[in-house]
């Protein structure tokens, strides 16, 4: 049981990171590596503040903050500087590597001492006894779906759907008279705010800040996106965002099964073959659609 409750907490919090990667990989196209120093760069900025004596419920909006600045600032390089979409996210992920560890103050940083969303003196006067095995768990599936739901509602609006054509068709974001870069801007905003949300949760059910957290986190997120999208493309009443985060569950479950069947040194190894495995079934699975599509308009 403990296994399953662990490979949900990890799942979920990797969820609010596949959000993020969700916005810029599905929606506006954009193969934003920020993602590997936005995600450190919510655990640093959470483990500066609760070792400062701030309330770590407030570190999550810091860290949401603090990624949505590093999300703005890897867009002004590429709107704004004309550095192909690329580079921009590897100059910003390379820079935010040192400001991580400026805000931290070190390379690691404990935090068992400390009290965090998952376990401070007010949860264990609220939370029944029974509950105690599983505060973590409802703690992070409560912020995850505040994180999903925000989000939605975000897509709904105006300026929600002009960033789904920025990445569909820029020409009618042009055409509204809305500059698409500034729309691309606020896209990453919120994708590497929600990354650095998922960080600071991460941070803080681990109960420590380590510099090299953030590495692969974009792998992680693309897997738990490619997944989702893939197994539920024909489940019309799913919203994307919600296969997303079950998708991540069933990522982090196979790595789990996997690493209990392996040295845990092979960790990265398995994590990159199965992310290939998968990028594989999804490739095949799109000539497969575009194939169909075709032998049908010839008929």
């Known amino acids: 049981m403990d296994f399953i409750v662990t490979i949900l907490e990890q799942g979920l919090i990797y969820g609010i990171l596949a959000l993020g990667v969700y916005i810029t990989y599905k929606i506006l196209d954009f193969p934003d590596l920020t993602v590997d120093g936005s995600f450190p760069l919510g655990g640093a900025v959470t483990a500066l503040l609760i070792t400062n004596g701030v309330n770590p419920y407030l570190s999550l909006a810091a860290s949401f903050a603090a990624g949505a600045l590093a999300g703005i600032c890897t867009g002004l390089i590429h709107v704004k500087g004309k550095v192909r979409d690329l580079l921009s996210g590897i100059i910003m992920m390379t820079a935010l590597w040192t400001i991580n560890l400026y805000i931290a103050g070190t390379s690691n940083v404990p935090l068992f001492s400390q009290e965090s969303i998952f376990k401070n003196d007010w949860l264990e006067r609220v939370v029944p006894e029974a509950l105690t095995g599983y505060t973590t768990l409802l703690i992070i599936l409560i912020l995850t779906v505040i994180a999903k739901v925000l989000l939605d509602l975000y897509l709904k609006t105006k300026s929600g759907y002009l960033l789904r054509a920025v990445g569909d068709n820029p020409v009618?974001?042009?055409?509204?008279?809305?500059d698409q870069g500034n729309v691309k801007i606020v896209g990453l905003a919120i994708a590497n705010g929600l990354v650095s949300l998922a960080g600071s949760a991460f941070c803080q059910e681990e109960r420590v800040f380590e510099i090299s957290m953030g590495t692969g986190a974009i792998v992680i997120g693309l897997a738990s996106v490619i997944i989702g999208t893939s197994l539920f493309r024909k489940v019309t009443i799913m919203q994307a965002t919600t296969a997303v985060l079950i998708g991540?569950?069933?990522y982090k479950a196979c790595v789990a099964v996997a690493i209990r069947n392996f040295q845990p040194q092979a960790m990265?190894?398995?994590t990159a073959v199965l992310f290939l495995v998968i990028l594989i079934i999804s490739m095949e699975r799109r000539k497969k659609v575009k194939t169909d599509a075709g032998t049908e308009r010839n008929s």
């Open 172 to 178: 009618l974001v042009t055409s509204l008279a809305k």
């Open 248 to 250: 991540s569950v069933i």
């Open 268 to 270: 990265k190894l398995i």
